[in-house]
């Protein structure tokens, strides 16, 4: 063993592997979205993505070559149909990369906490400002062309104040009244909503492209999914008298070509799930009404339910890639006997 050599550890391991499936995935749908954008505005955003999950890439197999780390299958042109007609509207493809890119900050943030060698850290430090200034792009993007989806507005505070009673935590009894809902819960509450509608509209998208009914039965279900949590979470922000505003109009085509493959839409799928169980985790701690922490809790046992399906659905097509773990001592012992 090379005693100057730093070797990768387990959670360095797992990242980079992570790292190269969403990269090697957002490629795929990236590189068909930059085919049929017209505004000129919208298009550097995009390429700018596309350009940051290429470079990652040439990292990542560089890296895995060093490494002698075995290059994970993850997504390459075979999992693209760059022949099928226009799918997605400007402005979904823009707030696609929005959406993607708050993902990308959130994943990249923790690979930095996880990592603890030089190359990697600096890798994951630069690609965490890199999505960054890309979210922010595409902010002011949204912003410029008045699509940028605003947060509710409250008054602002004229004077701190401090919690006198525990019925402020309160929030299941049917049979008294809730209190008004605070700032943090708001914010949560209207950014599950948005996250949500990205999600509605990717299931429509990609169960009109697949042949497969089971795929087109799957991602109805989210549709169906999503909707509900949309509902359920305008109907706690309107019993508040808060309006949510108007959300803007990220629409798909109705074509009905196989666009991606099988494999890319169910991972995708997974990747959205995780993403939303995440984000529920972190509503329901910055929660502090009951029956919010409780609705999210709830919501976010059915994401894994829907989540657990479907990689039933991958494994059963052989398309769940397993990520890199440590061998079975116990068989390995066994296998000797």
């Not at 990768?8 to 499936?21: C, F, V």
């Not at 760059?82 to 990249?108: E, Q, R």
């Not at 401090?162 to 019925?167: G, I, L, N, W």
């Not at 890639?321 to 001592?329: S, V």
Request: aromatic fraction near 10%; glycine fraction near 4%; include cysteine.
């Amino acid at each position: 063993m090379n005693q100057n050599k730093i070797y990768l550890t387990s959670a360095e391991i797992g990242s980079l592997w992570t790292s190269y499936m969403n990269s090697s995935m957002a490629t795929c749908i990236l590189k068909f979205m930059l085919k049929h954008i017209e505004d000129t505005d919208i298009k550097p955003a995009v390429q700018f993505s596309y350009d940051l999950s290429s470079s990652h890439l040439d990292f990542l197999v560089h890296l895995f070559e060093q490494e002698k780390y075995a290059i994970p299958n993850g997504f390459t042109e075979k999992d693209v149909n760059m022949d099928a007609p226009w799918l997605f509207s400007d402005i979904f493809c823009l707030t696609y990369v929005n959406h993607m890119s708050k993902v990308g900050m959130l994943s990249y943030s923790g690979f930095v906490g996880m990592s603890a060698r030089e190359d990697i850290c600096d890798f994951y430090t630069q690609g965490l400002m890199d999505i960054s200034t890309l979210y922010n792009q595409t902010n002011k993007i949204a912003n410029s062309k008045g699509v940028h989806p605003r947060h509710p507005y409250i008054e602002v505070p004229n004077e701190s104040d401090y919690v006198d009673s525990k019925k402020y935590l309160s929030g299941l009894n049917p049979f008294t009244n809730k209190r008004p809902l605070n700032a943090i819960e708001i914010a949560h509450l209207y950014m599950n909503v948005l996250t949500n509608s990205v999600g509605v509209k990717l299931c429509l998208a990609f169960a009109q492209t697949s042949p497969s009914k089971e795929i087109q039965d799957y991602m109805l279900r989210g549709k169906k999914i999503s909707n509900k949590h949309i509902n359920a979470f305008h109907s706690i922000l309107l019993e508040n008298d808060i309006a949510t505003p108007r959300l803007p109009d990220i629409s798909v085509s109705h074509s009905t070509t196989k666009t991606f493959s099988d494999k890319l839409l169910m991972f995708h799928m997974t990747l959205l799930a995780s993403a939303g169980i995440g984000n529920y985790a972190t509503a329901a701690a910055a929660s502090q009404r009951s029956d919010l922490v409780a609705n999210y809790e709830r919501f976010s046992l059915g994401i894994a339910q829907y989540a657990k399906d479907g990689a039933d659905i991958m494994i059963k097509n052989h398309w769940l890639e397993q990520p890199p773990g440590t061998k079975d001592r116990e068989k390995l012992a066994r296998k000797q006997t």
